[in-house]
């Protein structure tokens, strides 16, 4: 029989440890020390007391609980003395029939790791979805995290415990995130549809209009349609549009969404979280033949990330009357314009179609995103929620320093014009100008030198610039310091620079009332409230040009990496966030 939370509250603090037995590997104390907290009002008020515990253990006990847990196919399991947990777990995963060679090699994985580490490395073999990793995704961690610096891993081994202690717990309490799941399963599935050049390689990469990105739109119409829509469209920009209408026709919408384009090799979580997670709840709704007071609209906007072109936002703010009617006759790499690339998705490409989309303010309450942090806050703090406070304004730049291409060897050093040289010195200056700011950033992230050659004193040099501050006036100043020193650098170089502005976003700061919504909704689930800002932009940021806009943050797991494969989340934090949705939704 299921353990529940009214048992655990109510027992004994002897009789309650034994309740958690097993919980953390060999180490009572944890249970001990969370039970303090009791009573737990959420099995998520739980899971974090216990984490909590730990995190307030000091590294002396941390390592004894490290070192409390088996290696993996290692001789506890060989010899046949594991937990019950533990046994369960690795079998699960595989490791108790595992190939010869696969033997060989995590036995090898496990003694380097050891001569580095003084620790067994832990895994929650059972994965972000709790089903399971393969055989080969296990030695891939293995292989990848045995390169970590030794305080970053101790951490990584600390947060796997807490992951490993979550499954467990939903074990003991006969807990099933089942619509986390839901949402993690349709991740997985969208996550099938990738460009061409990066889906041979096992690489995600949705580009604005491609084939993959169509394919990627038809899943969500599809799904929205299985989920109960009572309508779902796709618009003149490419946006798939479902709304569920509410009992009053005449009272205004809740609108909802996020993007699910990616960048180039990127994360399936990225954008697509917030499209999933609210089309979960009309799932639910419908299922109950509900309806709420207010109707729901779920954009899934088409373009968010500006990789095929510079028209970051493309498809939220179509929905603010942004769009540049410029954007029609840019090209692409391959020279296709958009306006070419819209009509062979059957789109009409005409600003007429495109300027319809527009929406009226008076018609919604607000616009609210859910969207994984792409941030290590949440993870280092062992919290499965955030509330934004505000999202962070930037700017971004294509530029090129143009100086003089000579030869390599007969050149001498104090005569040279060399532009990537110039570009070199300006991204060291933009670290450590944004690093003065404290909470500015700015990163230099492409780089090349054009027809370069190893024996060519580089003549071009292209590169981009992204600055990001909370407040519009910080930014600014540092895009002013950035580009006079630019001008500086080419000068003493005898360099001449171009750059060009492809985005300015606005810092948008959440709205009180609804910031708060999402503060009750978070209460709701019984998870603690934390609240944070938002480094990178997002949708929200241009619905908050025409409405009230709030986020939620959802963590992210491998120390909240983003833009990155590694990218990822667990079912049970996409579960939560699922119910701070339908919390807020039932309290409109």
């Not at 899971?47 to 002396?60: I, Y």
Request: with cysteine; charged share 20%.
């Amino acid at each position: 029989m299921a353990l529940t939370l009214a048992q655990l509250n109510s027992a004994p603090e002897p009789e309650a440890v034994r309740l958690l037995e097993g919980i953390y590997e060999h180490s009572p104390w944890v249970a001990q020390a969370a039970l303090a907290q009791r009573p737990f009002a959420s099995l998520a008020a739980l899971k974090h007391a216990m984490a909590r515990a730990v995190a307030e253990a000091g590294e002396e006990r941390q390592l004894a609980l490290l070192r409390a847990h088996p290696e993996l196919a290692g001789k506890a399991m060989v010899s046949q003395t594991l937990t019950a947990e533990s046994t369960g777990e690795q079998s699960r995963a595989g490791l108790t029939h595992c190939t010869p060679q696969e033997f060989e090699r995590l036995q090898q994985l496990n003694a380097a790791y050891d001569a580095r580490f003084g620790f067994p490395f832990i895994l929650a073999v059972r994965g972000p979805r709790g089903s399971g990793l393969t055989r080969t995704q296990i030695i891939e961690a293995f292989e990848r995290r045995l390169h970590n610096p030794p305080a970053y891993e101790r951490a990584e081994c600390l947060r796997n415990v807490h992951r490993i202690a979550e499954i467990r717990l939903n074990d003991r309490f006969g807990v099933e995130p089942a619509r986390g799941r839901q949402v993690w399963d349709w991740l997985d599935q969208l996550a099938a549809f990738s460009d061409p050049g990066f889906a041979e390689r096992g690489q995600l990469t949705v580009t604005y209009l491609t084939e993959a990105h169509r394919q990627a739109a038809a899943f969500i119409e599809r799904e929205m349609r299985a989920c109960g829509f009572d309508e779902v469209t796709h618009d003149a920009v490419g946006n798939v549009v479902g709304v569920y209408h509410g009992s009053d026709p005449h009272a205004p919408r809740l609108l909802t969404g996020s993007h699910y384009d990616t960048v180039r090799n990127g994360g399936r979580y990225d954008g697509r979280l917030g499209i999933f997670v609210p089309m979960a709840c009309v799932r639910e709704l419908a299922g109950q033949g509900r309806r709420l007071a207010h109707g729901l609209e779920v954009v899934a906007f088409a373009e968010e990330e500006g990789q095929r072109y510079k028209a970051t936002f493309l498809g939220s703010g179509a929905l603010v009357g942004q769009f540049d009617p410029a954007w029609l006759d840019q090209t692409d790499a391959q020279g296709i314009t958009m306006r070419q690339a819209m009509q062979s998705a059957g789109l009409p490409a005409t600003l007429d179609a495109i300027h319809a989309l527009r929406r009226e303010p008076a018609r919604y309450l607000a616009f609210v995103e859910v969207h994984i942090e792409q941030g290590p806050v949440l993870n280092e703090l062992d919290l499965p929620l955030g509330v934004v406070t505000s999202i962070n304004g930037s700017v971004r730049l294509a530029c090129a320093v143009q100086g003089m291409a000579s030869h390599a060897g007969t050149t001498p050093m104090d005569r040279r014009q060399d532009a990537a040289c110039a570009v070199a010195e300006l991204a060291l200056f933009v670290e450590r100008r944004a690093a003065r700011d404290g909470d500015s950033v700015g990163t230099v992230g492409m780089l090349q030198v054009p027809a370069g050659s190893v024996n060519v004193v580089p003549g071009r040099c292209e590169f981009s610039l992204d600055l990001r501050a909370p407040s519009d006036a910080q930014r600014d100043a540092l895009l002013a310091d950035v580009l006079a020193e630019l001008d500086v650098i080419c000068q003493r170089r005898g360099t001449r620079a171009r750059h060009e502005l492809t985005l300015r976003a606005s810092a948008a700061p959440s709205h009180p009332d609804w910031q708060r919504r999402w503060e009750d909704a978070v209460r709701g689930v019984g998870a603690p409230v934390f609240r944070l800002p938002s480094g990178a932009g997002h949708d929200a940021m241009k619905l908050h040009e025409a409405m009230p806009q709030a986020m939620l943050f959802v963590r992210g797991e491998n120390a909240g990496i983003s833009h990155n494969p590694l990218e990822s989340t667990t079912c049970d934090d996409i579960d939560l966030a699922v119910r701070a949705f339908a919390h807020l939704l039932d309290h409109l």
